[in-house]
Antibody
Framework: EVQLVESGGGLVQPGGSLRLSCAAS????????MNWVRQAPGKGLEWISY????????YYADSVKGRFTISRDNAKNSLYLQMNSLRAEDTAVYYC????????WGQGTLVTVSS | DIQMTQSPSSLSASVRDRVTITCRAS??????LNWYQQKPGKAPKLLIY???SLQSGVPSRFSGSGSGTDFTLTISSLQPEDFATYYC?????????FGQGTKLEIK
């Protein structure tokens, strides 16, 4: 059974940093591209980052480019999102999702940016 | 960036109704169009990928069609568990943009 479990969310002050993790199981992690998608409270879905299975191809949405870094450790079956220079508008539930067509999603982790 | 526009934004319908939601892309995306269902407090669930392919385990009352710029999601006979928010997403090119969502409510 495919499982994706995010962790690392929480309350952070504007300008601060957080590192999200996504633990994957039930599939050959290194064979699949992964994405991060977020959803601000009461709002729609926003794709924010993609990483290929090998980690060599990476894309970001303009809204996070230069502030967020996606990475993966295939030996640990884990996906990461390093978030720096956080802003109030980054407040959202952050989901990891398998493949660009997002066939499996984690349960999400809430990031709140507030002073 | 490719803009995805869904209509309607909200929809009231009854159990056993046939419902259609449309999604329009700002440029051709071939068939790189996916549909998701999201219920409150839950992660989205993939329903349809590649415009018309039914994801494993999804009931056959859900169907998708279209190519190029115009796409539809159809629910042939609404069931109580289908009341949710539906999103389209293009996976043709980054950023992989989503539509704004269609909230399907009980009439």
């Amino acid at each position: 059974e495919v499982q994706l479990v995010e962790s690392g969310g929480g309350l952070v002050q504007p300008g601060g940093s957080l590192r999200l993790s996504c633990a994957a199981s039930g599939f050959t992690f290194s064979s699949y591209e992964m994405n991060w998608v977020r959803q601000a409270p009461g709002k729609g879905l926003e794709w924010i980052s993609y990483i290929s299975g090998s980690g060599t191809t990476i894309y970001y949405a303009d809204s996070v480019k230069g502030r967020f870094t996606i990475s993966r450790d295939n030996a640990k079956n884990s996906l990461y999102l390093q978030m720096n220079s956080l802003r109030a508008e980054d407040t959202a539930v952050y989901y990891c999702a398998k493949r660009r067509l997002a066939d499996y999603w984690g349960q999400g982790t809430l990031v709140t940016v507030s002073s | 960036d490719i803009q995805m526009t869904q209509s309607p934004s909200s929809l009231s319908a009854s159990v056993r109704d046939r419902v259609t939601i449309t999604c329009r892309a700002s440029q051709s995306i071939a068939n790189y169009l996916n549909w998701y269902q999201q219920k409150p407090g839950k992660a989205p669930k993939l329903l349809i990928y590649a415009a018309s392919s039914l994801q494993s385990g999804v009931p056959s009352r859900f169907s998708g069609s279209g190519s190029g710029t115009d796409f539809t999601l159809t629910i042939s006979s609404l069931q109580p568990e289908d009341f949710a928010t539906y999103y389209c997403q293009q996976s043709y090119g980054t950023p992989y943009t989503f539509g704004q969502g269609t909230k399907l409510e009980i009439k």
